[in-house]
């Protein structure tokens, strides 16, 4: 199978609670009954164990602990046929594994630079990034304008060296565009927590260009295929919205893109 699909996003910025919306509560919209429908699963006993535990935690309400270790994790991303099928659907095809999904847990300050040389190889094989941004909170601290570029450019700057050696190297990096030396394979630029902001349903491209301000040219530089995304992992804010399932909100988008622009390019 092609590489993995990558999630990596700004210190606090939602990627556990993410992960929960994408394995247990995504979007149950009587409409998806009649389509197919993506599904992520944990890969591993050692990511079924973590995914369960951040799952028990928020239910009880604590807040989801600081994580001090880093912990590889795997998730299997499958296309399942329509859960209430009609009926010239009947004979669509089985459920199948269409890719996998790849996350590192570790603490805040693993994602608010470069990223670390042990991640770079699988970096260099995916066939997808996604890039995880808290449109309300800056990814850093120290108050500069310029906080939401740093850290595309410090991930970013990082992944292409790394697919610049590997090919010096002799290793094949479809996911590399030679000519341009921008990275090619699909990235997915993510505004989280979107219930939170006045108005969660604006166009993510141009809330994206206002968080980057004149510097959002530059994504172009780096990137080939990237498009942006906003998406809520909660559904709203779990003191207004009462008890019950949170309600995600376009959480499998970025996904389902990356699925078709990974395909189209051939990765
Ligand atoms: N309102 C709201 N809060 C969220 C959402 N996603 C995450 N949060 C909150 O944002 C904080 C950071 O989330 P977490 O998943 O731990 O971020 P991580 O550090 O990137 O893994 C927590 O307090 C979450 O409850 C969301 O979609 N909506
Ligand atoms: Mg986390």
């Known amino acids: 199978m092609a590489g993995s699909i990558v999630l990596w996003g700004a210190p606090l910025s939602g990627k556990t609670t993410y992960l929960l919306s994408l394995v247990f509560w995504q979007e149950h919209n009587e409409d998806n009954e009649r389509y197919r429908r993506l599904c992520l699963l944990p890969a591993n006993a050692s990511t079924a164990d973590w995914i369960a535990a951040k799952a028990r935690t928020f239910a009880s309400g604590e807040p989801l602990p600081k994580t001090s270790t880093v912990e590889r994790l795997e998730f299997r991303l499958y296309d399942l046929p329509p859960r ?6 009947r004979r669509t095809a089985p459920s199948a594994h269409v890719a996998d999904l790849t996350f590192w847990d570790a603490p805040g300050e693993f994602f608010s630079g470069p990223i670390p040389d042990e991640l770079r190889p699988e970096l260099v094989r995916a066939r997808g990034l996604i890039l995880v941004v808290n449109p309300l909170q800056p990814p850093s601290a120290n108050g500069r304008s310029s906080a939401y570029w740093d850290f595309f450019d410090g991930a ?10 590997a090919r010096d190297g002799g290793v094949p990096v479809p996911g590399f565009d030679d000519t341009s030396r921008k990275i090619r394979y ?6 989280s927590q979107a219930d939170r902001a006045a108005n969660p349903e604006r166009d993510p491209n141009e809330w994206l260009g206002e968080l980057l301000g004149r510097d959002q040219r530059l994504l172009t530089d780096w990137l080939a295929n990237k498009s942006a995304f906003s998406f809520s992992a909660i559904g709203g804010d779990r003191a207004t919205a009462g008890h019950g399932d949170p309600r995600p909100k376009y959480v499998m988008h970025p996904i389902r ?9 051939g990765l």
């Open 84 to 89: 209430r099928p009609r009926f010239f659907q």
């Open 156 to 165: 970013l700057r990082s992944v292409q060296q790394a697919m610049i050696s």
């Open 186 to 191: 699909p990235v997915a630029v993510c505004l």
């Open 257 to 265: 893109w990356i699925l078709r622009e990974s395909e189209r390019l």
